[in-house]
């Protein structure tokens, strides 16, 4: 099978610099694998602006060739779209007017559109037999007008739901310092941002019906397609390099601050600190955990880390300063961070946006020893309370269920190994690599 994939993304095998997220890593990976199972594959990076040769081609060039899949040229955009809201007057009264009438263009959210007819004729040359967008608003936009070949999209998050929920949230993420907008200005600024989800909404469903089928990252998000009536949708997960096991006993025995007597070490949050998911996860943690988790263990030294770039949400920042609690910001060697670890604590799906993080399944492939909200369980169905995972609803069970975890030993042990054996079966690149080709096959199959 001849594959192509679009992506916005530029492949890493490894994480080397800040900036390569986890997508970048992903990419990587189910190309690498698509391709050693036997079908030629190609990647087709898509970019706003001119032909500009710089560091991402020779990124390109060194993915295709550890990866051993074709590298094509990159097809450019013209991102141009409706004026912003920052540049003059009339235009900002046009903008209005087009989000009140919902007549703003699916550019606006979709501005690859227009290369349809550059990527068929790209996928000509290349004989493709299906082409698939991975992780990509962009690509999956630009795919919208193709008919000509079977079409899959790899959804991760629905593209303007994390819009939505900080919409629909907002005094968590209003930064209070800054200077207020009248009463009447804040309210309408709300209803035209509201009135630009809905359009962003209605968008994203034709550009997701205009595919042959729509795999996701989540399962969760299998409901939405479904609910808008998309014919084929299915959930496949996703994908981390396959770490090496240490076992638990292998940990360092020294505190962070040199003394013999090693604290409980507990990772409680990974990731930039300021994006969606993340802010309700650090607010489920400094608000409501940290204080159930101080009571639970008494007489246990303990440390909860957070670690991350960026700065949380200003209403979050007064409960930074807390015992127990070490801000770590970015580290250079993550994985040392996590395999020192006694639990990882994961919270981010504790508040209501749901969806399946690479943190929870870089957890599994490391073999570390894993305590997720039950939130988790609506994203990612292959957890299972006391075989990969302890699983907890509230404050309180979480908090005594990290405790358990510290304390026993056997228990802690049988669950990282519990979630290495489900990364291997479900979410290593191979597994990944085999329901996308079933899919694809599936797909190629329908069209005759």
């Known amino acids: 099978m001849n594959i192509l994939i679009l992506s916005e993304n530029v492949p890493f095998d490894a994480v080397k610099q800040k900036g390569v997220s986890a997508v970048n890593i992903q990419l990587f990976l189910v190309t690498r694998e698509l391709s050693a199972l036997g079908h030629k594959v190609g990647l087709l990076t898509v970019r706003e602006g001119g032909a500009v040769v710089g560091p991402e081609d020779e990124q390109l060039s060194d993915a295709g060739e550890k990866g051993q899949f074709d590298i094509l040229s990159p097809v450019y955009f013209n991102g141009k779209s409706l004026p912003k809201n920052n540049i003059g007057i009339v235009n900002r009264v046009m903008r209005a007017v087009a989000l009140l009438l919902g007549a703003v263009p699916m550019r606006e959210f979709y501005p690859a559109m227009n290369?349809?007819?550059?990527?068929?004729?790209?996928?000509?040359?290349?004989?493709?037999?299906?082409?698939?967008?991975?992780?990509?608003?962009?690509?999956?936009?630009?795919?919208?007008?193709?008919?000509?070949?079977?079409?899959?999209?790899?959804?991760?998050?629905?593209?303007?739901?994390?819009?939505?929920?900080?919409?629909?949230?907002?005094?968590?993420?209003?930064?209070?310092?800054?200077?207020?907008?009248?009463?009447?200005?804040?309210?309408?600024?709300?209803?035209?941002?509201?009135?630009?989800?809905?359009?962003?909404?209605?968008?994203?469903?034709?550009?997701?019906?205009?595919?042959?089928?729509?795999?996701?990252?989540?399962?969760?998000?299998?409901?939405?397609?479904?609910?808008?009536?998309?014919?084929?949708?299915?959930?496949?997960?996703?994908?981390?390099?396959?770490q090496p096991f240490v076992p638990a006993e292998n940990r360092t025995s020294v505190a962070r601050d040199g003394s013999d007597e090693r604290p409980f070490k507990i990772i409680g949050h990974v990731g930039l600190l300021n994006m969606t998911a993340s802010t309700f996860g650090l607010a489920y943690l400094l608000q409501e955990v940290m204080p159930a988790l101080r009571r639970e263990m008494q007489g246990y030294r303990f440390e909860v880390h957070i670690i991350g770039d960026g700065a949380p949400v200003e209403p979050l920042r007064r409960y930074l300063k807390q015992e127990n609690l070490h801000l770590r910001g970015y580290v250079d060697d993550l994985d040392s961070e996590l395999y020192d670890s006694d639990v990882f604590l994961f919270l981010n799906?504790?508040?209501?946006?749901?969806?399946?993080?690479?943190?929870?399944?870089?957890?599994?492939?490391?073999?570390?020893?894993?305590?997720?909200?039950?939130?988790?369980?609506?994203?990612?169905?292959?957890?299972?309370?006391?075989?990969?995972?302890?699983?907890?609803?509230?404050?309180?069970?979480?908090?005594?269920?990290?405790?358990?975890?510290?304390?026993?030993?056997?228990?802690?042990?049988?669950?990282?190994?519990?979630?290495?054996?489900?990364?291997?079966?479900?979410?290593?690149?191979?597994?990944?690599?085999?329901?996308?080709?079933?899919?694809?096959?599936?797909?190629?199959?329908?069209?005759?």
């Open 115 to 242: 290369l349809g007819s550059e990527i068929t004729k790209r996928a000509y040359r290349f004989d493709a037999d299906i082409l698939l967008s991975f992780l990509s608003p962009l690509a999956a936009g630009a795919m919208a007008t193709i008919s000509t070949y079977p079409k899959i999209i790899f959804q991760g998050d629905i593209d303007f739901g994390s819009d939505r929920i900080r919409l629909d949230h907002e005094s968590l993420f209003r930064d209070s310092t800054a200077s207020r907008k009248s009463q009447m200005r804040r309210r309408l600024a709300q209803y035209l941002y509201r009135r630009r989800i809905q359009r962003f909404s209605a968008c994203h469903r034709h550009m997701s019906l205009c595919a042959d089928a729509l795999v996701t990252a989540s399962a969760n998000n299998c409901h939405y397609y479904e609910d808008i009536g998309h014919p084929k949708v299915a959930y496949v997960g996703t994908t981390w390099t396959d």
């Open 349 to 448: 799906n504790a508040g209501p946006f749901r969806a399946i993080f690479s943190r929870q399944i870089i957890s599994w492939a490391m073999g570390l020893c894993l305590v997720a909200h039950a939130g988790s369980r609506d994203a990612m169905p292959e957890l299972a309370h006391g075989e990969n995972a302890l699983i907890g609803s509230t404050p309180e069970e979480l908090s005594k269920l990290v405790k358990r975890a510290c304390l026993d030993s056997e228990l802690n042990e049988k669950l990282r190994r519990g979630g290495r054996a489900s990364f291997k079966e479900n979410f290593s690149p191979l597994a990944l690599s085999k329901k996308l080709i079933s899919l694809m096959e599936d797909v190629i199959s329908q069209r005759g």
